[in-house]
């Protein structure tokens, strides 16, 4: 039981410092309320095709916040190649207005993805279409096409679209980061939130043994 409480009552812990650690910041012009927090921190799947060559073939160039150029690289997607990215300390949710809930920042020659969420990695709703640049989309407007209200996206899959504007070593859309305005909580892992719910019954196990 011990354990289980200790264990629990970290993972609380860090919870509680992943909301703390959130605050507002502009990036390109967009006002993200939770900050850095707000953008996709794990590449999951990267298919580019031939004509995208190092260093623009480096799926981590479209993580966290928007930083080329020219403090770094973006990641090419190719001709109609795919990358999928997650938010693992927040999760995209629907905002209840019209409003853009998610930004996808593209960088050089203006070039369209074709953009998907999931909740599970699995299951993709398609959101639309950006025409490059940093573009914005309301995925409250799919509601009813398969974005469910309040529901958490924690994946986000951009697909290169035709026709390009550049070419070999950076092909297609170029991504450099994408964020989440309509930000929460990560979907939490079921045994997290077993051990925690452990823990905080522990605790008060201990206070009402203390003050027998």
Not at 64 to 86: F, H, Q, R, Y
Not at 92 to 116: N, P
Not at 123 to 131: A, I, L, R
Not at 149 to 178: C, R, W
């Amino acid at each position: 039981m011990k354990k289980s409480f200790l264990t629990g009552l970290a993972i609380g812990m860090y919870v509680l410092s992943i909301a703390g650690m959130a605050s507002a910041e502009i990036y390109g012009g967009i006002d993200f309320p939770d900050g850095a927090v707000s953008f996709a921190d794990e590449w999951i799947l990267y298919e580019p095709t031939t004509d995208v060559l190092a260093p623009h073939n480096d799926p981590t160039s479209a993580l966290g916040i928007p930083d080329s150029p020219p403090n770094s690289n973006a990641t090419s997607l190719g001709d109609e190649g795919v990358l999928v990215l997650k938010f693992t300390d927040n999760s995209l949710t629907t905002s209840w207005d019209d409003s853009f809930d998610l930004w996808i920042f593209e960088v050089g020659e203006l070039e369209a993805t074709s953009i998907a969420i999931s909740t599970n990695g699995s299951d993709w709703v398609n959101v639309g279409n950006t025409s490059g640049a940093t573009s914005g989309i309301d995925i409250d407007a799919y509601i009813g096409l398969g974005v469910d209200l309040g529901a958490k996206y924690s994946y986000v899959m951009l697909t290169d679209l035709l026709p390009h504007q550049s070419s070999s070593p950076y092909e297609g859309a170029d991504i450099d980061a994408v964020g989440a305005i309509s930000s929460a909580p990560p979907v939490p892992i079921p045994g997290a939130v077993w051990l925690l719910g452990t823990g905080l019954a522990g605790l008060i196990g201990i206070r009402r043994r203390k003050k027998k």
